[in-house]
């Protein structure tokens, strides 16, 4: 993407921002449901690890990634220069000169703050006008003194985003965010005056009443549920729909699921819309907080009292971990003491740990009976590709 076109885009995106939550440039929004990580350590090395598959909003390659309890911030940058026709005037006369070729060098920046408690939702985006290497992504809905602002965050593949998103979403919620995660897949807003004169004319009504269908996340039980963009919504449940306020107040919440007559163009119709079940509602785990996780000790296998120490702490696979594990069993790294063993031989938070010294790793608390003193080989899932190292645990004494 050149200079001029990364700054079109992000004037487009923040005109997008000022109006409403619905981003610009056609974009479409997926329904997803979120895993939560375990600890926010855990969150910030799944984002670490895929630091080279997402950029921000201008799409500048990553150079730096800052965590902590007050914001995620990410730094990017791009070197390159530009070759243009200067005149240089040689002082011979009026026309005494000539053409020079000037090769400038630029270098631009771009910086992405997200104040993680101010994160009051996320929305996982597709954006099909985009460059094509960066289609998919994750906008922030951020709180701000005067608004909400939007931080956008893309990737080249749909399941890039969704990782992203589950990193992000584990960090606003240990960071104390009160993040509010859609049930059935739509916004609207009240039917107003002009539209009955406008683009609701045809529909028949008669006063400002009901609420119109501004966006439906493509895959979620509205959209599943037959709900479009510009329905009017006008009875639920055999309660007639007034507004937006007597809709939260009479009929949010109050049904398990919705019978709802709509207003269309080629004439009224019905859906019914069943919110996502309670028991496959995300929750976050009590451990998610940014507080730092003990260190795990694992034994050796060998009849000894020291303690053999790879500087690692475990944990059990999420589900989406389990999904790429194809039915295998495994321990996930969790976190890595700096400067440790497991660290210096090139293992990462998120290498899913499935065999040592050739037995299969089916817990964490299995690897301390495969180790033993001396080197160990270590064979890890990262990314799709399996990866072996060698390591010579430390030992305690």
């Known amino acids: 993407m050149t200079r001029a076109l990364r700054h079109l885009v992000s004037l487009t995106a923040l005109i997008g921002a000022l109006w409403s939550w619905s981003p610009a440039l056609g974009a479409v929004e997926y329904w997803h449901v979120p895993t939560f990580y375990a600890t926010a350590q855990e969150a910030e090395g799944a984002i670490r690890n895929m630091q080279d598959r997402f950029v921000g909003w201008e799409g500048l390659p990553l150079r730096r990634i800052e965590v902590d309890p007050m914001g995620f911030r990410t730094f990017g940058a791009v070197d390159y220069t530009e070759t243009r026709q200067q005149w240089v005037y040689t002082g011979l006369g009026i026309l005494g000169g000539h053409n020079q070729t000037v090769v400038e060098p630029i270098h631009e920046e771009e910086v992405t703050v997200v104040p993680l408690r101010k994160v009051r939702g996320l929305r996982l985006m597709n954006y099909p006008e985009l460059n094509k290497n960066y289609k998919w992504g994750v906008s922030l809905r951020v709180e701000g003194a005067s608004g909400y602002e939007i931080k956008t965050f893309r990737t080249p593949t749909r399941e890039s985003a969704e990782t992203l998103f589950n990193g992000l979403i584990s960090l606003a919620v240990a960071a104390g965010a009160d993040v509010i995660l859609p049930r059935l897949g739509f916004t609207f807003e009240d039917v107003a005056e002009k539209d009955l004169k406008g683009p609701l004319k045809d529909l028949g009504l008669k006063e400002p009443k009901g609420v119109k269908v501004t966006w439906v996340i493509q895959e979620g039980p509205a959209h599943l549920g037959g709900l479009r963009v510009g329905d009017v919504l006008v009875e639920c449940n055999g309660v007639p729909v007034e507004s937006v306020e007597q809709w939260n107040r009479d009929i949010r919440g109050k049904f398990p699921s919705y019978e709802i007559r709509v207003l269309r163009k080629e004439g009224p119709a019905s859906v019914t819309l069943t919110p996502l079940p309670e028991d496959r509602f995300p929750k976050a785990p009590p451990t998610l907080t940014f507080a730092q996780p003990l260190q795990s000790t694992v034994q050796p296998q ?96």
């Open 302 to 397: 060998q009849d000894s009292k020291a303690p053999v120490r790879l500087g690692l702490s475990l944990r059990l696979p999420n589900q989406t971990e389990l999904q790429a594990l194809n039915g295998h069993k495994g321990a996930v790294i969790s976190s890595l003491t700096p400067g440790g063993v497991a660290e210096a031989a090139g293992l990462k938070v998120g290498d899913v740990l499935v065999e040592c010294n050739g037995s299969p790793v089916t817990s964490p608390e299995a690897l301390g009976e495969l180790l033993v003193n001396g080197e160990n080989q270590l064979k890890v899932l990262r990314g799709g590709n399996l990866l072996t190292f060698k390591v010579a645990p430390e030992v305690s004494y």
